[in-house]
T-cell receptor, first 112, second 114 residues
Framework: QKEVEQNSGPLSVPEGAIASLNCTYSDRGSQSFFWYRQYSGKSPELIMSIYSNGDKEDGRFTAQLNKASQYVSLLIRDSQPSDSATYLCAVAGGTSYGKLTFGQGTILTVHP | NAGVTQTPKFQVLKTGQSMTLQCAQDMNHNSMYWYRQDPGMGLRLIYYSASEGTTDKGEVPNGYNVSRLNKREFSLRLESAAPSQTSVYFC?????????????FGEGSRLTVL
């Protein structure tokens, strides 16, 4: 089992819809959770971080964390074509202290 | 403000050749990292340096060596390149001692080993 798993997609949603991206992790001691966005041919950039159970909202983005289920998600409301990218889930803490472990990423396509 | 700068951006090597990827950050960050990214594999940590003077192995260190030259610079060396090392390499830095999760990435170095 991979430490951090994501559905590789591609996930295709129409413009204006809600895109839901999911991630599961295996290390129950993990403490910090992140979502990075990576445009094609570019480097990843941090868009959200979450540390405690529940929801965290930032503009059109909402991160959700459920430590009991070892599950973290990212919701993108009012999706725009400019949101088309690969979204990488990353987890830190637990037995991987000092390192950030990434999932393989989910490709999101928002079509007009 | 350049952030994290990697050189070279592109490189083609023959099997058995050696090379060094250079990385420098101007944000006064403590920690620096080298990742490789392959299709369908996400980002995999090669080596990291939690602070100046320390380096540690990551998930895929075989075939690589690193040097934390000073607080700004962290280089990655391939002593004898192999086709399996064809990849995109990203250097990253973070402000904390050890990992905070907020990584700032360089633009990447695309390496092809023939």
């Amino acid at each position: 089992q991979k430490e951090v798993e994501q559905n590789s997609g591609p996930l295709s949603v129409p413009e204006g819809a809600i895109a839901s991206l999911n991630c599961t992790y295996s290390d129950r001691g993990s403490q910090s959770f992140f979502w990075y966005r990576q445009y094609s041919g570019k480097s990843p950039e941090l868009i959200m971080s979450i540390y405690s159970n529940g929801d965290k909202e930032d503009g059109r983005f909402t991160a959700q964390l459920n430590k009991a289920s070892q599950y973290v998600s990212l919701l993108i409301r009012d999706s725009q074509p400019s949101d088309s990218a690969t979204y990488l889930c990353a987890v830190a803490g637990g037995t991987s202290y000092g390192k950030l472990t990434f999932g393989q990423g989910t490709i999101l396509t928002v079509h007009p | 403000n350049a952030g994290v700068t990697q050189t070279p951006k592109f490189q083609v090597l023959k099997t058995g050749q050696s090379m060094t990827l250079q990385c420098a950050q101007d944000m006064n960050h403590n920690s620096m990292y080298w990742y490789r990214q392959d299709p369908g594999m996400g980002l995999r940590l090669i080596y990291y340096s939690a602070s100046e003077g320390t380096t540690d192995k990551g998930e895929v260190p075989n075939g690589y060596n690193v040097s934390r030259l000073n607080k700004r610079e962290f280089s990655l060396r391939l002593e004898s390149a192999a086709p399996s090392q064809t990849s995109v390499y990203f250097c990253a830095s973070s402000p904390g001692l050890g990992l905070t999760g907020e990584l700032f990435f360089g633009e990447g170095s695309r390496l092809t080993v023939l």
